[in-house]
């Protein structure tokens, strides 16, 4: 709901600023036509041929988060806590029974009561694979902690390549820009025999390549950039706050205190609150009894 705010105050300050001042539409909207299919067929012709398909189909979906936000709520990151507090107490007390959660996660009763985590393959491949190495007796916890950080930080920058292909072609429409004012100039240049009149009119004309450029640039396209690469590093933190239960469990510190520490180090604008979660825990405890 905030981007379509930001983009209804975006064309209203520009738009009614300039007609406020006495500025005529007109020119622009007579001109738009042409320098919008320039500027934006070069922009998408450009990012066509430095991306590859999988790229195109990644970025498209990607521009939904500018409206949609962050997957993961607050909810999210507490039932993630229930989950792997259950998973940790079920693999310390019987280490077969937690091997039948890991082994087939589909059918885990235990994680088919959290779908939206289920759903989320990413999740549930980082939490079963980690479990699966505590499993093996591995000995040292920090390599596994430098195991998923490697894993967490390829992910993050696959994930941030729609953000930087758009950053791209923000980067490149002012200079689109120019390029179809001075094919305005040329055409005006051509016809450098009309009146006065009518060469003012073309002149605006190519202008307005100019200030659309730099306009879809720094007003559309860049900030569509920087929303999605916002959105894609906040999800981020809910697959780090799997590594650092995890990697607590692998310290061999108490169940509640490898959940506490995951919660602490969740941002605090979606960290669950202290009370909720010992309610939530206290509810995974009873339904284990």
């Given at each position: 709901?905030?981007?379509i705010?930001?983009i209804?105050m975006i064309f209203?300050m520009?738009?009614?600023?300039?007609?406020a001042?006495?500025?005529?539409?007109?020119?622009?909207l007579?001109?738009?036509?042409?320098e919008l299919m320039?500027?934006g067929?070069a922009?998408?012709?450009?990012?066509?041929l430095?991306?590859d398909l999988a790229?195109v189909?990644?970025?498209?979906?990607?521009?939904?988060?500018?409206f949609?936000g962050?997957?993961w709520?607050?909810e999210?990151y507490?039932?993630?806590?229930c989950?792997?507090?259950?998973l940790?107490?079920?693999?310390r007390?019987n280490p077969?029974?937690?091997e039948?959660?890991?082994?087939?996660?589909?059918?885990?009763a235990?994680?088919?009561?959290?779908?939206?985590?289920l759903?989320?393959r990413e999740a549930?491949?980082?939490?079963?694979?980690?479990?699966?190495?505590?499993?093996?007796?591995?000995d040292?916890p920090?390599?596994?902690?430098?195991?998923?950080?490697k894993r967490m930080?390829?992910?993050?920058n696959h994930?941030?390549?729609?953000?930087?292909?758009?950053?791209t072609?923000?980067?490149?429409?002012?200079a689109?820009g120019?390029v179809?004012a001075?094919?305005?100039v040329?055409k005006t240049?051509?016809?450098?025999?009309?009146p006065p009149e009518?060469?003012g009119?073309m002149i605006?004309?190519?202008?307005v390549?100019?200030?659309l450029?730099?306009?879809?640039?720094y007003?559309l396209?860049?900030?569509?950039?920087?929303?999605?690469?916002?959105?894609?590093?906040e999800d981020g933190?809910?697959?780090?706050?799997?590594?650092?239960?995890?990697?607590?469990n692998?310290?061999?510190?108490a169940a509640?205190?490898?959940?506490?520490?995951g919660?602490q180090n969740?941002?605090?604008h979606?960290?669950?609150?202290?009370?909720d979660?010992e309610d939530a825990?206290?509810s995974?405890k009873q339904?284990?009894?």
């Amino acid at each position: 709901m905030i981007g379509i705010f930001g983009i209804v105050m975006i064309f209203g300050m520009v738009f009614g600023g300039y007609i406020a001042a006495g500025g005529k539409m007109a020119i622009i909207l007579h001109s738009l036509p042409f320098e919008l299919m320039m500027i934006g067929g070069a922009a998408v012709g450009a990012f066509l041929l430095g991306n590859d398909l999988a790229a195109v189909k990644h970025t498209g979906r990607d521009i939904a988060k500018v409206f949609r936000g962050p997957k993961w709520k607050p909810e999210d990151y507490r039932d993630l806590l229930c989950l792997l507090f259950a998973l940790i107490r079920i693999a310390r007390s019987n280490p077969v029974d937690a091997e039948s959660h890991i082994e087939d996660p589909d059918g885990s009763a235990l994680f088919g009561k959290y779908p939206r985590i289920l759903g989320d393959r990413e999740a549930v491949d980082l939490i079963c694979d980690t479990m699966r190495s505590a499993s093996m007796n591995y000995d040292d916890p920090h390599q596994v902690e430098e195991v998923l950080e490697k894993r967490m930080e390829t992910n993050l920058n696959h994930a941030l390549h729609s953000s930087h292909a758009l950053q791209t072609v923000a980067d490149g429409l002012p200079a689109l820009g120019i390029v179809a004012a001075v094919l305005g100039v040329i055409k005006t240049m051509g016809s450098i025999d009309q009146p006065p009149e009518i060469l003012g009119k073309m002149i605006g004309g190519a202008l307005v390549g100019t200030f659309l450029g730099v306009f879809l640039a720094y007003g559309l396209v860049g900030p569509f950039a920087a929303r999605v690469r916002s959105v894609i590093e906040e999800d981020g933190h809910f697959y780090q706050l799997i590594r650092e239960v995890l990697v607590a469990n692998l310290h061999n510190h108490a169940a509640a205190i490898c959940i506490e520490v995951g919660r602490q180090n969740t941002p605090a604008h979606i960290r669950p609150g202290f009370t909720d979660l010992e309610d939530a825990l206290k509810s995974v405890k009873q339904d284990a009894a």
